[in-house]
């Protein structure tokens, strides 16, 4: 039994803020950002939506998309460090909103390497015969964590959420063995403390240790899914910033056409943003079913993955 890929969706706030207005009240400008970054603009929540409500709108967009109800789903992976309440997560209401019936759901938080985390253990239950069908979904409100006036970081983080639907099925591949890492010895360089609750970042350190680990976790996942880099129709990395996945790329071998890029309009959505990436990537006709994806993410704690997967493979769905 396999776990297959088999509908996407996403969910954007409305409010768009661009680099020019941070020229207002931090020592930054527009062309530095864009050229040390590669972000123009990214959305932001504000007014009455909340979190939950962007991950509700993803999932019955990914649901729809799938062709599947709401009842059939068996478990909820929520990939999130920002939810609406410290407690519950966000998983339990999402579910109650969709109108699952006792469906598992669970917040799981490995920054932004959560929703790689989270596809790695849905996947994992449905292989076992536990799950059939999982919602694995990356939410995040990164602007609750940011500090307006540290250039340094202010620039990079944003909102957003994705969801994908996870189906069991005989498919031949669906997705691969992942690689999944952690280096608690560098907590520090990315973190954001229980009493500030802001996130605080060594930059340049975390900018090398990302290129260097996902290109590692990469390699390893393309040799444990008995591939090479040929093989790959579109790598979709963490969108964090543009030199980081253009860098890791090139190490990887991987040509510029093959590279997933939406940090322009979406900066950093951590948890979100390999899903938003995967959904954009298709709305844009990059992605079609059959296609071998290459996943890697990195993020605070250090943990860190990568993935091969089989975009919507057909499925045949199990008795
Ligand atoms: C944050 C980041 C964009 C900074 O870019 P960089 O090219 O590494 O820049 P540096 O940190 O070397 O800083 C160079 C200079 O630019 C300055 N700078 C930082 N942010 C700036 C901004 N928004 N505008 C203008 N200057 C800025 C620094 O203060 C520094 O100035 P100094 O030389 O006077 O000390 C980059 O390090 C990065 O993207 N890091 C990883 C981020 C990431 O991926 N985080 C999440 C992982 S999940």
């Not at 599947?68 to 999402?94: N, S």
Request: proline share 3%.
């Amino acid at each position: 039994m396999r776990a297959g890929v088999v509908g996407i969706g996403s969910a954007l706030p409305e409010h768009v803020v661009t680099n020019k207005e941070f020229e207002a009240y931090l020592d930054t400008t527009d062309a530095w950002i864009q050229r040390r970054t590669g972000i123009r603009e990214r959305r932001i929540l504000n007014g009455a939506v909340t979190l939950t409500d962007l991950a509700v709108e993803a999932c019955v967009a990914a649901l729809n998309d799938a062709g599947r109800e709401a009842a059939d789903v068996d478990h909820i992976i929520v990939a999130t460090f920002t939810p609406d309440r410290l407690m519950p997560g966000l998983a339990p209401r999402i579910a109650k909103l969709l109108g699952t019936e006792n469906a598992g759901a669970i917040d799981v938080n490995a920054a932004c390497a959560g929703f790689l985390y989270g596809l790695d253990q849905a996947a994992a239950l449905i292989e076992s015969g536990r799950v059939k069908l999982a919602l694995v979904v990356g939410a995040e409100a990164l602007s609750r964590v940011t500090d307006k006036h540290d250039r340094g970081t202010a620039i990079l983080f944003a909102d957003g959420a994705a969801a994908v639907v996870l189906a069991s099925g005989e498919i031949e591949h669906g997705c691969a063995p992942f690689v999944l890492a952690s280096d608690g010895e560098h907590g520090d360089l990315l973190y954001a403390g229980r009493d500030e609750r802001l996130l605080r970042m060594e930059g340049q350190e975390v900018y090398r240790h990302a290129v260097e680990r996902m290109v590692e976790a990469t390699a390893e996942a393309l040799r444990r899914a008995g591939m090479t880099v040929d093989d790959v129709d579109l790598l979709v990395v963490h969108q964090a910033n543009q030199r980081i996945i253009e860098s890791a790329a090139r190490r990887l071998g991987v040509p510029e056409e093959k590279v997933f890029l939406n940090v322009d309009t979406i900066a950093n959505t951590s948890s979100a943003s390999i899903p938003l990436a995967l959904h954009h990537a298709e709305l844009a006709g990059r992605l079609a079913p059959g296609d071998t994806v290459a996943l890697a993410a990195f993020g605070g704690g250090f943990v860190w993955g990568a993935g091969i997967i089989k975009w919507k493979e057909r499925v045949h769905a199990s008795a």
